[in-house]
């Protein structure tokens, strides 16, 4: 079974661009989440999409905003970057809503602002 | 503010050791705590979880302690490995929020 999939791997923008992120579920799951993790930070959530609604979201600008298609796979976009954006972004899956199902994670897109 | 708090950042264990990290949380409603484990390159994985009916729970080398009055959790590692050389996340949630707040991790180094 595959697992959680993200794309690209880096992402080298400058200040004020926009970087899109992407991320493919694993099959079957209908839950996607985002997190930042940032160097000595651990892990801060970003955003919670469940059948193709924003359920959730963490403490972060309008400016992280994302989506998620039909077939459960999702998008991320940060517009106006800013230096403090510079992280790796992870995306993790999970069968639904309700605690008891794992989220499973991504390798992570490292994203670097420069 | 931070939610959880973990310590130590780093740690150095011999092999055959007992690597013990610890986290406290503020929020009282927080109800699921689990702990993660992250190899460089890759993303966490669950490695064990508890609900704070239970002070404790073991799977193989792996207990975690908890202490609810305390508002503490803590991560055991016995027979420490070289192979468990990793960051250690311990994160809490609550039931149906599917948001998760994680500390800030744990260096892990076993020393073979």
């Known amino acids: 079974e595959a697992g959680v999939t993200q794309s690209p791997t880096h992402l080298i923008k400058t200040r004020g661009q926009q970087a899109t992120l992407r991320c493919s579920p694993i099959?079957?799951?209908?839950?996607v989440y985002w997190y930042q993790q940032a160097l000595g930070l651990g892990l801060q959530f970003l955003l919670w999409?469940?059948?193709?609604?924003?359920?959730n979201r963490g403490n972060f600008p309008p400016r992280f905003s994302g989506r998620q298609f039909p077939n459960y796979s999702s998008e991320l976009n940060v517009n106006a970057l800013e230096l403090e954006d510079s992280a790796l972004y992870l995306c993790?899956?999970?069968?639904?809503?309700?605690?008891?199902?794992?989220?499973?994670f991504g390798p992570g897109t490292r994203l670097t602002v420069l | 503010q931070q939610q959880v708090k973990q310590s130590p950042q780093s740690l150095i264990v011999q092999k055959g050791g007992i690597s013990i990290i610890n986290c406290a949380y503020e929020?009282?409603?927080?109800?699921?705590f689990p702990w993660y484990q992250q190899f460089p390159g890759k993303g966490p994985a669950l490695l064990i979880a508890?609900?704070?009916?239970?002070s404790e729970k073991k799977e193989g080398r792996f207990t975690i302690s908890f202490n609810k009055s305390a508002k503490q959790f803590s991560l055991h590692i016995m027979d420490s490995q070289p192979g468990d050389s990793a960051t250690y996340f311990c994160?809490?949630?609550?039931?149906?929020?599917?948001?998760?707040?994680f500390g800030s991790g744990t260096k892990l180094n076993v020393k073979p």
């Open positions: 999409y469940d059948e193709g609604e924003e359920r």
């Open positions: 508890i609900r704070p009916d239970v």
């Open positions: 099959s079957g799951h209908t839950s």
């Open positions: 994160a809490a949630s609550m039931v149906n929020f599917n948001k998760f707040y």
């Open positions: 993790a899956s999970s069968l639904g809503t309700g605690w008891y199902n794992e989220q499973f």
């Open positions: 929020n009282t409603a927080f109800d699921y």
